[in-house]
């Protein structure tokens, strides 16, 4: 596994770990052997704009994909990405057009979606999330699953416009709504519809093909997971174009089997539960067998996820 340059911010921004580096050892966390590695290599590489349909664009290959609204006066953005690809993010938004960013909204806390507030604000953006959101970005955060404590951001890099349940906003001759529904992913989730495009972002809510990670300490469960997909599917009609945290652009029907994985990997996991296994002979029996070849090649792989399962149940 490459090593994280030294100028990365994921080092210069966030403390130390538990975990101790020795001569020739890789940490087992975050930013070195976990998500937030891979997301630092896939920002070495350069940033893909998807047009969608009318002024709405998606930039992929900076942590998160960033949802890009377009206007004469503006840009409305989904997701800020990572800081490393700051540059390169700046270039591609030019390439649409070299109008400035207006507002982002974050859909969650995690670094691979707010990474980016920092630059951005910096540049005249207004950050928007839930309120919990703003409290997991404005004081330290461990999580266990990435053995990785996250630092407060800067004052600057949280956000000043704060969503309970739902807002709208109208922007570049689109209406966008902005809305929570409750525990899922986290604790502080948002989707944002485009409703004349017909564009739904639904941040780390949906991960297209691929398993998702589900943040048990800090709100989410595997429950919440799968009322945000039935809410996702019952918003959408099979001509809206599904937006996921991580993954290709999708569609509802592929949103549909991201729900009926999730349905069937709970089922199969609580099951066991139920039985008095434990969590070594959960992982054992592989609940996730029949998923694995097409959902277990990202980030989460299948023991991963059972475990994120069984934490949740």
């Known amino acids: 596994m490459n090593p994280i340059p030294k100028h990365s911010?994921?080092?210069?921004?966030?403390?130390?770990?538990?975990?101790?580096?020795?001569?020739?050892?890789?940490?087992?966390?975050?930013?070195?052997?976990?998500?937030?590695?891979?997301?630092?290599?896939?920002?070495?590489?350069p940033i893909v704009t998807q047009p969608l349909r009318g002024n709405v664009s998606v930039l992929m290959g900076s942590g998160a994909n960033i949802i890009v609204l377009s206007g004469?006066?503006?840009?409305?953005?989904?997701?800020?990405?990572?800081?490393?690809?700051?540059?390169?993010?700046?270039?591609?938004?030019?390439?649409?057009?070299?109008?400035p960013v207006v507002y982002v909204v974050n859909t969650h806390w995690h670094w691979d979606h707010t990474d980016g507030n920092g630059w951005m604000h910096q540049s005249g953006a207004t950050i928007i999330a839930h309120r919990n959101t703003l409290k997991h970005l404005s004081q330290a955060t461990h999580v266990d699953d990435w053995n990785w404590t996250m630092p407060p951001v800067p004052a600057g890099a949280r956000p000043t416009i704060l969503v309970d349940d739902s807002t709208t906003f109208i922007f570049a001759g689109d209406t966008i709504d902005v809305e929570h529904n409750g525990l899922g992913h986290t604790d502080g989730d948002v989707w944002v519809y485009f409703e004349k495009t017909d564009v739904l972002a639904l941040g780390d809510t949906f991960w297209n093909g691929n398993y998702p990670f589900i943040d048990n300490q800090d709100g989410g469960n595997i429950d919440g997971a799968i009322k945000w997909a039935d809410k996702a599917?019952?918003?959408?009609?099979?001509?809206?174009?599904?937006?996921?945290?991580?993954?290709?652009?999708?569609?509802?029907?592929?949103?549909?089997?991201?729900?009926?994985?999730?349905?069937?990997?709970?089922?199969?996991?609580?099951?066991?539960?139920?039985?008095?296994?434990?969590?070594?002979?959960?992982?054992?029996?592989?609940?996730?067998?029949?998923?694995?070849?097409?959902?277990?090649?990202f980030v989460i792989d299948p023991a991963h996820f059972t475990r994120l399962v069984y934490a949740g149940l």
Do not use: C
């Open 233 to 297: 599917i019952e918003r959408t009609t099979d001509k809206t174009i599904v937006i996921p945290g991580h993954g290709p652009v999708g569609t509802r029907a592929q949103l549909i089997e991201f729900r009926e994985m999730l349905v069937t990997v709970r089922d199969n996991v609580a099951a066991l539960k139920r039985q008095g296994k434990s969590l070594d002979e959960v992982i054992a029996a592989k609940p996730t067998a029949a998923f694995d070849e097409k959902w277990g090649r």
């Open 72 to 99: 004469d006066r503006g840009k409305f953005l989904v997701d800020a990405g990572i800081s490393v690809s700051e540059a390169k993010v700046k270039s591609a938004l030019n390439a649409i057009n070299p109008t």
């Open 9 to 45: 911010p994921a080092i210069s921004q966030v403390p130390a770990t538990s975990v101790e580096q020795s001569s020739g050892v890789v940490p087992n966390d975050y930013f070195h052997t976990g998500a937030g590695a891979r997301y630092l290599r896939g920002a070495e590489g």
